[in-house]
């Protein structure tokens, strides 16, 4: 007969070894006013600007619907009027030949393309972490894999004439409105990435098939595949080529990988590229009623960088592991992939574990590293999955 | 200086060659109670059962956000409360050597696949029919690209011992409560494919990242990949391997394509595999004003089962034609791709069209098959776009 239906369990839990998995109902926080239209259902919600997808409400569609998909804002989201005429949004751009401030309107018609990508936190993991750095306690939900359009940073490079000589880095400054009496530069989004992660960058206006709503940087956003998400910057008012990095707080001591214990400083390395990861989204993850018998273990890998080549699973805790099947299209290099694995699971104990390698022969670690500020967890140690059944 | 800023035109319109664009505003009709939750501004509401995506709403990013997915049900959409209890969701399988009734619950358990598919209705571009046939009057929006996720219909097979022996067809039926008083086969929605369609068919749950909605099908739906929307059969009851196709009406005289002026019967062919189809979506679908100079003109273009591998764009109606390049990831066969022309259109009119070539080497045709349903239209010249660039 059908595996699967043979012999049902009765009631089950599941918990990460490390931390449990927060559970809705009594006590859950509203959505935040400037997201009222994302599913609450799905949702963890922080702050008014941090909101994490839960984990079991990742589907298996490879792409994560926009209200599914996480929240972290750094400043307050601007107000809403600035969505009014979203064609007329200008972007001034520096460190070219013939600088310039373009409007959406004519941004539009220099060129166009679609990048699926995995949009993840720096901090995704972070909750994890026994040292519980201070920060948003993310788990797993503090990313998604979405399709973003709009056009290539190279071709408007291209129409302004070329780089500026000598320039190295492509700076993006967000239009949020800042607190007046302070430093701007103590609160400004604004953030270098190297020039060559303006290969696949771009200035986008629409989301998975609709424009940015406000919330995630509507009307238009810096967007820089592979690279974590507080670099793809909101808003974006200025888009300068320069041979300096910012001095803007967020970049000089923001998002640094500093020693535990330690603040940031611009000497420490900056978090800007991901790191080959995964993790599994079922069964077990949705605090439901687990069955005994066949299932299909399931989850999400990403590479950063670099595409998936592997994902390897393991029911005991990273004893024993099998290759996963992998599910859906390919959506390039830097979307993640949905993996699936047909297990038989007894009644009793089990821990899940996934294992990503890239096609650069990167392969995620057991073990996390340590760091201040709780980012850059890969370890699949700690995005393991206890899963018990009666 | 930049192309697209120097010459900016004033007011302009569009409208297709055939059929003036129906533009929002007075008279809209409101959107059917069971799909509320959709983007009222990017659709036309035809009826309570019949909404489509307007033209210049189309976006760029390949996936047809869900609240923008065109509706058409063949009968009134289920009670809400269907959805109650997804998991409990059942249907019947037969003509296989172990015939069984599972449950959502336990289909979850037999496999994941997730494809992107071309989802269109039998009588989309039906508008461009001068005979102006019954049925919807659909221009080019009965169409979205999905990702549907669910279990193989293999592997429900393989998991129930196998197919039966001599069974050439697979026949889906609907799970719609049928109105008392009339014989069920004049009105349930019931469709046979031959068999060779199983391969890449679905038993899905999730559309899109999410649970499927009621209005879509849901809690679970047959998925053919390559055919037209009617043949993927919405709260599927009943998934029946057969020797003979469904004597059901909708089956054996409806989506029949007929002589003009004829009434459809069994003798005729039967609206089934879509055929290779563009059509442009930008500039000029949105009413907005287009300006003179540099422009993206997009598109979308499918193939039905086979990939699409080129597309051609011309500015003058067909007389000269450029190849477009192909935007975005590759989401599969099913999948339509986004296409774009880099594009000078000087003040005057332009008449936009496209034509779209599959990998089997099929080219869409300049004329449109007639038929009395107003069926599988795809015919570039009636695809045509008019710009008007005063």
Redesign the interface.
Known sequence: ?????SAAGSAAFAANPATPVQTPGAGAKPLPTAVQWK?ASSLIVHSSTTVELKRGS???????????LYLRNNLPTPDASIMAEPEAWEVSVEGVR?P?T?DV??L?????????MVMQCSGNGRAFFPSKPSGTPWQVGAAGCV???GVPVRAVVE??GGLADGVIFMTGTGGEKLPEGLDPKSIVVERSVPIAAMGDALLAW?????PIPLAHGGPLRLIVPGYTGVNSIKYIRRLAFSTRESDAHIMSHGYRISPPGAKGDPTQPSVQEMSVKSWITSPGADAGQV?S????I?GVAFGGLHAVSKVEVSTDGGENWQVARL??????KY?WR?F?L?ANLPTGTHTLVCRATDQAGNVQPRERMENAGGYNNNSWADHGLKVVIA
Chains 1, 2 share one sequence.
């Open positions: 007969m059908a595996a699967g239906v599913d990742f589907g298996s569609s490879g792409i994560t619907p926009t209200d599914r013939k310039r373009l309107r004519t539009r018609t220099l060129g166009v393309e679609t990048v699926a399709l973003w359009s129409a302004l629409e989301l998975n098939g609709s069955r018998g066949r299932t299909q399931q599910v859906g299209p390919d959506l390039g979307a949905q699936a047909s």
